[in-house]
T-cell receptor, first 112, second 111 residues
Framework: SAVISQKPSRDICQRGTSLTIQCQVD?????MFWYRQQPGQSLTLIAT?????????ESGFVIDKFPISRPNLTFSTLTVSNMSPEDSSIYLC?????????FGQGTRLTVV | QKEVEQNSGPLSVPEGAIASLNCTYS??????FFWYRQYSGKSPELIMF????GDKEDGRFTAQLNKASQYVSLLIRDSQPSDSATYLC???????????FGTGTSLTVIP
């Protein structure tokens, strides 16, 4: 399976600011996804990052709050905009391989 | 979000016992089912997948799928303390091949 890396691994941000998380895969992949995992919870799908077109967002998530880019088949970014303490969470990128979805190491975000 | 439900747990079993984890899903058209293990502070890691009705064995793990009942399970035989983790059921569904995760079941194997 391809190696997927994500950065930053953690950050502490002031409310009202934005953070961009980067996700890099070492080979081309068709499908990339972004998830949020709140403390003690399971993974919630935010959106599917589509190469060359706008991301497909799940119910409850909007582009203005979580803009996503996918400029090519190996890279994607998720921005968490105008952050509030409720955005404190782990954000995970993943790609769809032939045998399942594989995950980056996650970004632990704390908003103060 | 598509619905994927797991038995809430937490689940505790003694070392050497069989741990049984269950999952139901809402989309009858789903074709692919996965079990992930997540250790505290780590990302989910794939244990196994199953596409066809019946059982699939991989070492100490057996996945069972019943599409008519929209039910998938994971059995862990000879449970070890190192199996203590949260187990996540994932279902590949929707028009975009998205992965939807269940609520997770926390398993503790007691030495």
């Amino acid at each position: 399976s391809a190696v997927i890396s994500q950065k930053p691994s953690r950050d502490i941000c002031q409310r009202g600011t934005s953070l961009t998380i980067q996700c890099q895969v070492d080979s081309q992949v068709t499908m990339m996804f972004w998830y949020r995992q709140q403390p003690g919870q399971s993974l919630t799908l935010i959106a599917t990052a589509n190469q060359g077109s706008e991301a497909t967002y799940e119910s409850g998530f909007v582009i203005d709050k979580f803009p996503i880019s996918r400029p090519n088949l190996t890279f994607s970014t998720l921005t968490v905009s105008n952050m509030s303490p409720e955005d404190s969470s782990i954000y995970l990128c993943s790609y769809l391989g032939t045998r399942g979805a594989f995950f980056g190491q996650g970004t632990r975000l704390t908003v103060v | 979000q598509k619905e994927v439900e797991q038995n809430s747990g937490p689940l505790s079993v003694p070392e050497g016992a069989i741990a049984s984890l269950n999952c139901t899903y809402s989309d009858r058209g789903s074709q692919s089912f996965f079990w992930y293990r997540q250790y505290s502070g780590k990302s989910p890691e794939l244990i196994m997948f199953i596409y066809s009705n019946g059982d699939k064995e991989d070492g100490r793990f057996t996945a069972q799928l019943n599409k008519a009942s929209q039910y998938v399970s994971l059995l862990i035989r000879d449970s070890q303390p190192s199996d203590s983790a949260t187990y996540l059921c994932a279902v590949n569904m929707g028009t975009g091949n998205q992965f939807y995760f269940g609520t997770g079941t926390s398993l503790t194997v007691i030495p």
